[in-house]
């Protein structure tokens, strides 16, 4: 089990963590295929929560490694910027949009899901592994997603006309890689 203490390994602790938050992913994208958006909900949140003990993990027991970083922002693309802009696509643009506001939903869409893995990439390019910054420049991944599922629950239960959910998943896109500084937890 010395494994589990070792940085250098794949499957050290902080990213046995990372690997469950892929699997809530990965199962959450099929439960959208299913139409079934409470269980993804649940599996994205809980993606959520192993991806705040990875990092905590890695940092208390100095588990921090380029392998790490790298798995750790695919996670991120799945579970914070693929799953939330594949749900509300099924749950929201496909069941309430015609066929021309659909293509601008598509088009809006490829752009959060591009702005999500531009700033993951700027983020691996600039990440030093075990370093923190005080603050974050622009949106992180996992806030985005956060407030797109604020958007989604205000189209579901304010009402929240479809194309202003367009145009809020425009504006979180651009948020992501602005020069918004936010804090760090």
Do not use: C
């Not at 994208?29 to 705040?52: E, H, K, R, S």
């Amino acid at each position: 089990m010395k494994f589990l203490f070792t940085p250098s390994s794949h499957f050290n602790l902080a990213n046995l963590f990372t690997f469950v938050n892929i699997t809530a992913g990965l199962m959450a994208t099929y439960f959208i295929t299913q139409n079934n958006f409470f269980i993804a909900i649940i599996l994205a949140w809980v993606g959520g929560a192993f991806d705040i003990f990875d990092g905590k993990i890695a940092r208390k027991y100095s588990l921090s490694n380029e392998f790490g970083i790298q798995l750790d922002s695919f996670a991120d693309f799945l579970s914070f910027v693929l799953v939330p802009v594949f749900l509300i696509f099924q749950a929201v643009y496909v069941t309430s949009l015609s066929s021309a506001t659909l293509i601008l939903a598509s088009v809006i869409s490829i752009y959060y899901v591009i702005s999500g893995l531009r700033r993951l990439i700027h983020f691996n390019i600039n990440a030093d592994a075990g370093e923190v910054d005080k603050f974050f420049t622009g949106v992180p991944t996992p806030l985005g997603a956060i407030i797109l599922w604020l958007v989604y629950l205000s189209h579901i239960y304010l009402s929240v006309p479809a194309i202003v959910v367009i145009a809020l998943m425009g504006i979180i896109g651009w948020s992501l890689n602005s020069k918004l500084r936010v804090p760090h937890p």
